[in-house]
């Protein structure tokens, strides 16, 4: 069963899918807040503007070395890299928070492998500890090995990464398998903990066994079964509740635990 509340360490990063503030601090849609469960405090942790990233950041994660994936929700040219929304950058800081400076280089080319239609937006990353993504899609989506909705996972095993992007496909997490069949059910957001406990935000207003919500909070799946077959023990409860922490009224797009 999965912890329903946040560890008292936890540290949980946030995008938001429009302009905002939380705990007094103001936030671009690019930008990535931290919102820090022990004292209750927000802070600014990647200001995009700084860096030549005026687009939304619709997925992110980090990387163990502290350097950062991104990928934006349109196509755009950052820091003189033209990239489709499909496409997942590597940010490699030399500063971070409200004076964020560092480089961009391409991490993960989409249309090498599959991701070409407008519906294959990559909107949700998590990288494991072997290298492989889980990465969710804005719309449906059609890859070699795997076919799916806006609701799913895919695991992507790479061969390759930057910008010769190569490797395979499967299905990880099929969403309508556990009830996660509604638009507002995209899934916006992933993060995976050391128990393979799967923690999930959405587009909108979601209902699961066990726990209901928004898209302002997160909630977490203990999985029984993987793949085309999925199947998940929810809550009790949500595992953070936006609203009660100081982002209300907003839709979190991407996120991840740390």
Not at 24 to 46: H, K, N, P, Q
Not at 52 to 64: I, S
Not at 214 to 222: N, S
Request: overall charge negative; hydrophobic content about 35%.
């Amino acid at each position: 069963t999965p912890t329903p509340n946040p560890g008292g360490n936890d540290i949980i990063y946030v995008s938001s899918t429009t302009n905002g503030s939380a705990g007094g601090v103001s936030f671009a849609d690019e930008d990535i807040l931290s919102y820090d469960t022990g004292s209750g405090t927000w802070a600014m942790v990647f200001d995009g503007s700084d860096v030549g990233m005026t687009v939304d950041a619709d997925a992110f994660a980090f990387l163990p070395d502290g350097s950062l994936l991104i990928s934006p929700n349109v196509a755009a040219t950052i820091a003189g890299i033209s990239t489709d929304d499909s496409d997942i950058l590597l940010f490699t800081p030399t500063s971070l928070g409200s004076n964020t400076a560092g480089s961009f280089s391409m991490y993960f080319d989409g249309s090498d492998v599959d991701l070409t239609t407008s519906g294959e937006d990559v909107d949700a990353v998590y990288v494991q500890a072997n290298g492989s993504l889980i990465v969710s899609t804005s719309g449906s989506f059609s890859v070699s090995g795997a076919s799916g909705r806006d609701e799913d996972l895919l695991l992507f095993t790479p061969t390759g990464l930057g910008a010769n992007t190569s490797g395979t496909w499967s299905l990880y997490f099929d969403g309508s398998d556990v009830g996660l069949t509604d638009s507002s059910e995209d899934v916006y957001g992933v993060w995976v903990d050391a128990n393979g406990d799967i923690y999930l935000t959405t587009a909108g207003a979601f209902a699961v066994t066990g726990v209901s919500g928004d898209g302002a909070d997160i909630f977490v799946c203990a999985p029984g079964s993987l793949g085309s077959n999925t199947s998940c023990v929810f809550g009790p409860g949500l595992y953070w509740d936006g609203s009660a922490n100081g982002y209300s009224g907003e839709i979190i797009d991407a996120m991840t635990i740390r």
